[in-house]
């Protein structure tokens, strides 16, 4: 019924930035929660950053000034923003939606397919 498709992984340089992407498609009513998590080797999948509908985020503290969320509710699509890379960012990112699906009235989670950054020299 809906669908997260997500786009901007890639190799990266410590230091440098890259901005993900990530549009929702499908019977799509409205769209509340959109975050990003990430998941690496042996480790539980952890939230990144997250932004409801009205526009509030929230971040881990390991990214707090280097990352940043934003969206744009007309095009279903939320973005990251990521400066100033560490090795320790590597991971596989994950795009999640909260959706209300049209003729419903309670919203569900939905998942990206997953994206790989790797911040290495």
């Known amino acids: 019924q809906v669908q997260l498709v997500e786009s901007g992984g890639g190799l990266v340089q410590p230091g440098g930035s890259l901005r993900l992407s990530c549009a929702a498609s499908?019977?799509?009513?409205?769209?509340?929660?959109m975050a990003w998590y990430r998941q690496t080797p042996g480790k539980e999948r952890e939230l990144v950053a997250g932004?409801?509908?009205?526009?509030?985020?929230d971040y881990a503290d390991s990214v707090k000034g280097r990352f940043t969320i934003s969206r744009d509710n007309a095009k279903n699509t939320v973005y990251l923003q990521m400066n100033s890379l560490k090795p320790e960012d590597t991971a596989v990112y994950y795009c999640n939606a909260r959706v209300v699906v049209i003729f419903t009235r309670f919203d569900n989670d939905y998942w990206g397919q997953g994206t790989q950054v790797t911040v290495s020299s």
């Open positions: 932004i409801t509908s009205g526009g509030t985020t």
């Open positions: 499908g019977r799509i009513s409205s769209i509340n929660t």
